[in-house]
């Protein structure tokens, strides 16, 4: 039997059975990639949703499946090689999304509650839009206009703070600088194509995607075929790793208010209290800026919640590595 009619057999968690998957669909998607869609509820209920309706508006799949609007867009993200726009804006299933719409219609046994699930409970979606704020993203890449005047505000906010208090980011942290504007503007934004690069290189690590490029030696092709697309993408996530990173501001916030209005929010320099209380505000701002790092990085990488955290994470550990590193060659 030859690849092109051989099938490739996958057991999914909700179904009752073991269905065939077509061995082509994997072209553009690792076998990984295909459990990980075929285990998810809500990117099963969107493909058999606009396979039902052959073509179908975004207003018009979020009221069926009763979803919020940045869950749907983070979804749509999730399904990109199995669903795209037309010039009308409606989305439809790409041939390989037919393939698995067929499955999933042919194949496999559904669950009664699949199109109905129970709706999560008001305390859950508050604690998911806190630490997975998804809504913040969604509107970011689907708006050039918003992306732009979001991001903008927020390197001109950014840069108040780090020029005023003579600061500079590293990373996931914030070290006193020289009060040469040139210099801090230059590693604010040296400080973006950092994390960028370190986010983009740890995500396709940890998502296996290089890997899986490698055994089929496509690296090359697939680049030409959506160096366009690709392009794009990577410019989204860049300027919106710009708002996604000003909860980290608030380190600076707390230094420009406690220098403007003489609050004493730090003690004295150079006591033993004023460097706890210095490490206490940067671990509230990594804190906060974390959840957001996050759900960029699994909006923006087309991850699941988990993966994006474990990269975030080893982001924040070499941040943490590269500070010690720093102290060190103070002492």
């Known amino acids: 039997m030859n690849n092109a009619t051989s099938l490739k057999f996958t057991t999914c968690l909700s ?21 990980w869609l075929l285990r998810h509820k809500t990117r099963r209920r969107i493909l058999l949703a606009i396979g039902d309706a052959g073509r179908i508006s975004a207003t018009a799949l979020r009221d069926i499946l009763k979803i919020s609007t940045g869950s749907l867009y983070y979804n749509l993200r999730q399904l990109k090689d199995f669903v795209r726009q037309d010039e009308d804006r409606n989305y439809v299933l790409t041939e390989e999304g037919e393939r698995v719409y067929k499955v999933l219609k042919e194949g496999g ?29 969604s509107p970011l890449y689907e708006n050039t206009g918003l992306r732009i005047i979001i991001s903008s505000l927020s390197a001109i906010v950014s840069l108040v703070l780090l020029i005023y208090t003579r600061t500079s980011p590293l990373i996931l942290h914030i070290y006193e600088s020289s009060p040469n504007i040139f210099e801090i503007v230059t590693k604010y934004f040296g400080n973006l194509l950092m994390v960028y690069l370190l986010v983009t290189f740890i995500s396709v690590l940890v998502s296996g995607r290089l890997f899986h490029f ?16 690709l392009m794009n993408d990577e410019l989204k ?8 990173l000003i909860p980290m501001m608030f380190y600076p916030g707390l230094l420009a208010l406690d220098k403007f209005f003489n609050l004493h929010l730090f003690p004295t320099p150079g006591t033993p209290y004023y460097y706890q209380i210095k490490d206490l505000y940067l671990i509230i701002a990594q804190s906060i800026t974390l959840p957001f790092m996050i759900a960029l990085t699994a909006y923006g990488r ?30």
Do not use: C
């Open 109 to 137: 046994s559904l669950s009664p509650d699949l199109l109905r699930p129970k709706p999560p409970s008001t305390l859950m979606k508050v604690v998911s839009n806190i630490f997975f704020p998804i809504w913040l993203f």
């Open 237 to 244: 996530f860049f300027l919106s790793l710009i708002p996604a």
């Open 302 to 331: 087309r991850l699941n919640g988990t993966t994006a955290a474990i990269v975030i994470l080893l982001v924040y550990f070499i941040s943490h590595i590269v500070s010690q590193l720093i102290l060190v060659r103070t002492l």
């Open 15 to 35: 179904f009752q059975r073991v269905i065939p998957l077509p061995m082509d669909s994997a072209d553009s998607s690792s076998e990984d990639e295909l459990i």
């Open 214 to 229: 490698r055994r089929a030696g496509k690296i090359v092709e697939a680049v030409k075929t959506s160096l366009p697309s």
